[in-house]
């Protein structure tokens, strides 16, 4: 987590303290939180939606020890925050996701309402959805795929030309006159959004898969080919210059 509001926001439920689940954002926080931690692991819950997320504040404010580690851990993300993150606005300002914020898939998924407290996360690997809730095509991509993670069929070109613009392919059964290539291509006309979310390898220095940057919204230049195809997109803000140069580096 490197952004000031999701800490703030993860530290005041896990700490105990009184918020309001009435808020979809402060809702939509309980539910990353809750996946990041419960996710994991198979349980049995009693409850539904508000109950369910209730619950497992509950079953974690008992464990003192736990508590306070995760308060060490959120002041120590504090203090490595890289990028200055932004809200979304419009119709998204009320989605808890920052633009230049990092994700797991499991927070991304719930951040863009895609999964909800009784959902879950387990086994969505897909890089591609579209949500009916916030009207929006989300697409997570990395920029370097080894053999291992990935199929061949699924070694797309995916990477930044420039700041602000990328190269993306669609899934490869996608063809010009797919429903799914349509709505990427008048997504504007249309009033729907293209979410992008990124990352530069699936594994790191840590033990967990690396997580996603969160790109924000993007606007459709140009497509062409079939079986995938392939997609320019321009963004709304450029790429921290990080993450740019190690989009060209992986690139190649």
């Known amino acids: 987590m490197d952004d000031v509001p999701r800490i703030e926001a993860y530290r005041a439920l896990v ?57 060490q851990v959120f002041d120590e993300a504090h203090e490595r925050i890289k990028h200055v993150s932004f809200p979304l606005a419009g119709s998204l300002a009320d989605l808890p996701i920052r633009v230049h914020a990092r994700y797991s898939r499991a927070e991304m998924l719930a ?72 709505r990427y291509v008048n997504h504007e006309s249309a009033g729907t959004h293209v979410l992008i979310f990124a990352r530069e390898s699936k594994s790191w220095e840590f033990a967990s898969a690396r997580p996603f940057l969160f790109l924000g919204d993007a606007r459709y230049i140009s497509h062409s080919g079939e079986r995938p195809v392939t997609f320019r997109w321009e963004l709304q803000r450029p790429l921290p210059a990080d993450f740019f140069t190690a989009s060209e580096v992986l690139a190649g």
């Open 15 to 71: 700490s105990g303290a009184v918020v309001n689940l009435d808020d979809q954002q402060c809702a939509l926080y309980a539910t990353m939180l809750h996946h990041t931690l419960w996710s994991p692991a198979k349980r049995e819950w009693h409850g539904q939606g508000q109950d369910r997320l209730l619950e497992g504040l509950e079953l974690l404010h008992r464990e003192s020890a736990v508590v306070e580690e995760l308060m």
């Open 111 to 182: 951040g863009i309402r895609w999964a909800d407290v009784d959902t879950g996360v387990a086994g969505q690997v897909a890089g591609v959805r579209f949500v009916p809730r916030i009207q929006a095509d989300v697409f997570d991509v990395t920029w370097q795929k080894s053999e291992r993670d990935y199929s061949p069929i699924t070694m797309y070109r995916d990477y930044a030309i420039s700041p602000t613009l990328l190269n993306w392919e669609s899934q490869h059964a996608a063809h010009r006159d797919s429903q799914a290539v349509r």
